[in-house]
């Protein structure tokens, strides 16, 4: 994890793990859906971002035709 990407406290900047998690969420819900964008969305942080590498990994709990609702878990790696 790069120094420019982290806040004043030495944790991933809250922007850039919301911004993975809408992308994973957006990959997630393409995959029931096809092209799609994302139309709203909720960070809940347990705990602050450390580590070298954030992993997201998203997975669709329900679909239908145009919508689809997805949840997103960012873990730490430490290397």
Not at 43 to 64: F, H, Q, Y
Request: proline content about 1%.
């Amino acid at each position: 994890m790069r120094d420019e990407l982290k806040q004043q406290h030495g944790f991933v900047h809250g922007g850039v793990v919301s911004y993975l998690a809408d992308n994973a969420l957006t990959y997630a819900g393409g995959s029931v859906l096809g092209d799609s964008v994302t139309s709203e969305y909720k960070i809940n942080c347990l705990r602050p971002a450390l580590g070298e590498k954030l992993v997201a990994k998203a997975t669709v709990l329900s679909s239908g035709k145009t919508q689809a609702v997805c949840q997103c878990h960012c873990n730490w790696r430490r290397r």
